[in-house]
T-cell receptor, first 114, second 109 residues
Framework: DAGVTQSPTHLIKTRGQQVTLRCSPK?????VSWYQQALGQGPQFIFQ???????QRGNFPDRFSGHQFPNYSSELNVNALLLGDSALYLC?????????????FGEGSWLTVV | LAKTTQPISMDSYEGQEVNITCSHN???????ITWYQQFPSQGPRFIIQ???TKVTNEVASLFIPADRKSSTLSLPRVSLSDTAVYYC??????????FGAGTRLTVKP
């Protein structure tokens, strides 16, 4: 049983470009959340998707957008990249509602903006 | 604003028991508490989850007092490989996930 899988594992982008990160949730999970983790910091919640809709959102600008597909997989898109967007982007999956259900994380996608 | 707080760092020695406490104000009746372990350049790994009183699994115990305003992760007999950052995560209102800043545990020989 595969856990949460993310791709790509590492990528380098230039300031101003756009990036798409992908996540496949753990089998049986229908809820996907995305986090940004800067070096040496704790993960910061970006948004959560359930039933192909954004259900909750953290304090991130509209440059950060997402999508969830019918098979529950998800994408995170970041437009007009800034140097400060360099971070580890984590995807987490669970069943909805999450209370009492374990949330599992992928290994993350390292984004470097130069 | 709901917030979780935990110590920034802790040191321990191999074979000792380590207790890391997380404070979570405004926790509601149905909010769960989960602890994760994270190594550098890896995603957080689930350790244990609880709602009240005490939960134990093969790697840790979680103690939650009656008022539920704090919780304590207990790691028995730590080893060098337990050196990592430990995060307390509270599921406010069942879906609002807020990480603490993390506790950097260093286990010394």
């Amino acid at each position: 049983d595969a856990g949460v899988t993310q791709s790509p594992t590492h990528l380098i982008k230039t300031r101003g470009q756009q990036v798409t990160l992908r996540c496949s949730p753990k089998s049986g999970h229908d809820t996907v959340s995305w986090y940004q983790q800067a070096l040496g910091q704790g993960p910061q919640f970006i948004f959560q998707y359930y039933e192909e809709e954004e259900r909750q959102r953290g304090n991130f600008p509209d440059r950060f957008s997402g999508h969830q597909f019918p098979n529950y997989s998800s994408e995170l898109n970041v437009n007009a990249l800034l140097l400060g967007d360099s971070a580890l982007y984590l995807c987490a999956s669970s069943s909805y509602p999450q209370g009492g259900n374990t949330i599992y994380f992928g290994e993350g996608s390292w984004l470097t903006v130069v | 604003l709901a917030k979780t707080t935990q110590p920034i760092s802790m040191d321990s020695y191999e074979g000792q028991e380590v207790n890391i406490t997380c404070s979570h104000n405004n926790i509601a009746t149905n909010d769960y508490i989960t602890w994760y372990q994270q190594f550098p350049s890896q995603g957080p790994r689930f350790i244990i989850q609880g709602y009240k009183t005490k939960v134990t699994n093969e790697v840790a115990s979680l103690f939650i007092p009656a008022d539920r305003k704090s919780s304590t992760l207990s790691l028995p007999r730590v080893s060098l490989s337990d050196t990592a950052v430990y995060y307390c995560l509270v599921l406010y209102n069942n879906n609002d996930m807020r990480f603490g800043a993390g506790t950097r545990l260093t286990v010394k020989p």
